[in-house]
């Protein structure tokens, strides 16, 4: 006799009806500060990686198999189906390791929420700038959640919480924006869920993890504009006790948390522990860089000084950047964390002028990352997912003296987190040498003054190269 699955949904459900049933006045207003800048970010992100060899091969293919062009690629002058404006907007947006970076959930939320919502909009012209923010809000509150949930063991297992994790911050962001009722956003979340695949092993050199991003956003839009039309996914796409999604991207029961998922819904925003990085490289990488840097500033030192360098983090830490670090392409120096030590120390920063090619194996860099150690430090990992990029630098000199520095969150993070004018910097020297001053500022300000537009039609013209006149 066949016995009935477990079909309780509790905590899909209880992400639906959150999803559903949001409203912009419910939403702080330091929340809706905060998701503006996010936004303007993952353009400039986005509008930086039009230039870059992976994002024009993908640009290329897609756009020599497309007959339909609702969907602008931001950056550029090509439009798309919504379904790879989707897909080519995401790999945009994590093209370079520049995009934001929920520490705790492990996820990189602009660059899989807003292709899909923005798609969507396209799609059904008239949306307002505050139904635009209300479910881009919806979309980033609930990835961090399902990453949450996961812990920092779906990444050390070898998943890529992006292209994984993802999928569900792109179906909440696209279902808002439809404004599906709950019913639906279950179905969108169940559809969305069962696209969820990336492998982490394309760090090490593969261009398609810049791409991860990208196909979540994709899958989530195909779970929303499916689900509006009465296409059903798995109802309890996270309880499901066999092929749900927690029991089969986790190692085991107790290595996942469901409570997690609606837990402080509508009461804690973790739009708010959302950081943006200022260094062109893995958000694990950075408190180390940082914690350098102080190191430098309180004793300067050249890199023929440096005897060894010893960082103690957590597991995650260890498994996700700390390999020995083999030239493998622009991809794997950039998640590698001696090479990375390697770069701020020949070239005194780590931004997207330090990353090419061309430098992947510059023998200096490689001998400075031979002398960068990596260490499993359990205290910390101890600490939990939020302390997850937390490390303890030792610096030992030639001379004898060893040079110690702390540092648990990274400058531009939730507790350090950037000026209005230092994303509109960052913004703009991205989108330097791409778009004009004009064109930039048309972006900033109609994501800036998003809440003020009757149709953020405004903004998506603005996206596109010569879009507005």
């Known amino acids: 006799m066949s016995v009935q699955p477990n079909i309780e949904n509790t905590q899909t459900r209880g992400i639906a009806e959150f999803v559903a049933g949001l409203r912009y006045e419910q939403i702080p207003p330091e929340v809706i500060a905060r998701i503006k800048l996010l936004i303007l970010d993952s353009f400039g992100c986005a509008i930086f990686g039009t230039r870059l060899a992976w994002s024009k091969i993908l640009l290329g293919t897609l756009a020599g198999l497309d ?13 798309l189906s919504a379904p ?12 370079f390791e520049l995009d934001d970076v ?7 939320v602009g660059a899989v929420t807003l292709p899909a919502l923005i798609a969507g909009a396209e799609m059904r012209p008239g949306m307002s700038g505050r139904d635009f923010l209300r479910a881009a809000v919806a979309g980033y509150e609930i990835g961090p959640r399902v990453g949450l949930c996961m812990g920092p063991e779906h990444i050390g297992q070898g998943w890529h919480s992006g292209a994984t994790v993802g999928v569900f911050s792109a179906a909440a962001g696209a279902a808002a924006g439809l404004k599906l009722d709950a019913g639906k956003v279950v179905h969108a979340l169940g559809i969305a869920g069962t696209q969820s695949s990336g492998l982490m092993a394309a760090q090490y050199g593969a261009m398609v993890k810049r791409m991860h991003a990208g196909r979540s956003s994709q899958s989530g839009l195909y779970g929303a504009v499916l689900a509006e039309q009465g296409f059903t996914g798995i109802v309890n796409v996270f309880e499901s006790e066999y092929g749900g999604f927690c029991t089969t991207f986790s190692r085991s029961q107790d290595r996942f948390r469901l409570a997690e998922l609606t837990s402080g819904l509508g009461e804690r925003w973790e739009t708010m522990g959302i950081a943006l990085k200022f260094y062109s ?10 914690a350098i840097r102080i190191i430098q500033a309180r004793r300067p030192f050249k890199p023929d000084e440096i005897k060894q360098i010893v960082v103690h983090g957590s597991h995650a830490t260890v498994e996700h950047v700390g390999w020995p670090y083999v030239p493998q392409g622009v991809v794997s120096a950039q998640m590698n964390l001696p090479f990375c030590v390697g770069t701020l120390l020949t070239e005194g920063d780590v931004f ?5 090619e061309d430098v992947v194996a510059d023998p200096r860099r490689v001998a400075l990352a031979g002398k960068v150690t990596v260490v ?4 910390i990992t101890a600490l ?11 610096v030992q000199l030639t001379d004898g003296a060893k040079h110690e520095e702390t540092v648990e969150a990274p400058r531009g993070s939730e507790q350090k987190f950037a000026s209005e004018s230092d994303v509109v910097d960052k913004f703009r020297k991205l989108t330097r040498g791409v778009l004009t001053a004009e064109q930039a500022g048309q972006i900033e300000a109609a994501v800036l003054g998003c809440d003020k537009l009757d149709d953020i039609g405004a903004l998506t013209k603005a996206l596109v190269v010569g879009g507005l006149r």
């Open 102 to 108: 929920h520490r705790a959930g492990v996820l990189h």
């Open 84 to 95: 790879h404006a989707a897909l080519v907007n995401g790999t945009l947006v994590q093209s």
């Open 384 to 394: 939990g997912a939020r302390f997850r990029h937390k490390v303890r630098v030792e």
């Open 67 to 79: 007959t339909s062009k609702f969907c602008g690629v931001w950056g550029t002058r090509e439009r």
């Open 352 to 356: 997207v002028d330090q990353f090419s």
């Open 376 to 379: 499993h430090d359990p205290a």
């Open 281 to 290: 490289c893995v958000g694990s990488n950075h408190t180390t860089l940082d």
